[in-house]
């Protein structure tokens, strides 16, 4: 009988994988560097050298292997397509097949990895309990992953989930990082965060303990918990946007919980405190109810939901 389950989630540094059993306990935690040169070509079979090395290891054979579930920075569709990731120097190209291939003909499913990171905390993290959750990553952009009565929300193309680049702002002059303007993460990002302190800070001279700090999201929001009146007026406009991002997504996936994670989430429920209000205020009243909860894997998100994708 089938017992075992790996879960990979590929990062652009580091690969981090999981052992897992069906039930989904982490039985076994390890890494290995992303090695980037001649686009990527090494990437997957470093992947298979590693998990080929840990069975060997652990001495059981292919046959007690369920699958491998991989998830990556890149758009992925149902069929495990990628396309293009291009801080991995990759093009379109199937990855479950080339992973099958490497694996001797072990089950492998892929998706993009802030999709992968959702259904782990749906399964295991801050969702759970939820079959229709949005995963929110607050971290240097904004990544989202939408699950839908228990399955990965992909869009045709698998760029599905990427809610960071919902247009808010038609004054916007900064270019995001996608080459439009007035995206969603360039303002509820821990970069937009700290950018919507600095423009706040060259107003006026009012006094605040963010002056002549080098300023970052966690610098705001620890000044926040001090009742500063200037971080309390950024973290307003951070939650404004955010608040209203998420409003719009809620109108079209209609979730029972938005998941917030990443970086910018350590802050912790003060968080919520800013996010909650304009989310009511602008929100289709029949999605007015969804929860509001932390994500709880942190890094392991990832591999957990690679997991389950093999695991259904």
Known sequence: MSKYVFGVDLGGTTVKMGLFNPEGEVLEKWEIPTRKEDSGKLILPDIAASIKEKMNAKGFAKEEVIGV??????????EGVIYKAANLGWGVFSIKEEMTALLDGI????GNDANVAA???????GGQGHDNIVAVTLGTGVGGGIIVNGKILTGATGAGGEIGHIHLDDTEPEV????KCGCLEQYASATGIAR?????????DKESSLRGK????????????EKDEVA???ARQFGEYLGRGLAAVAC???????VIGGGVSKAGPVLMDYIKAPYEAKVFHGCANAEFALATLGNDAGIYGAAKLVLG
Do not use: H, Q, T, Y
């Open 69 to 78: 579930g991989i998830g990556v920075p890149g758009p992925v569709d149902s």
């Open 107 to 110: 089950a492998v499913e892929a």
């Open 119 to 125: 259904l782990g905390e749906m399964w295991k993290g």
């Open 176 to 179: 995001c990082g996608c080459g």
């Open 196 to 204: 919507l302190a600095r423009r706040r800070l060259a107003m006026d």
């Open 214 to 225: 080098d300023i970052n999201a966690k610098v705001v929001f620890d000044a926040v918990k």
């Open 232 to 234: 309390m007026e950024i």
């Open 252 to 258: 079209v996936v209609n979730p029972e919980v938005f």
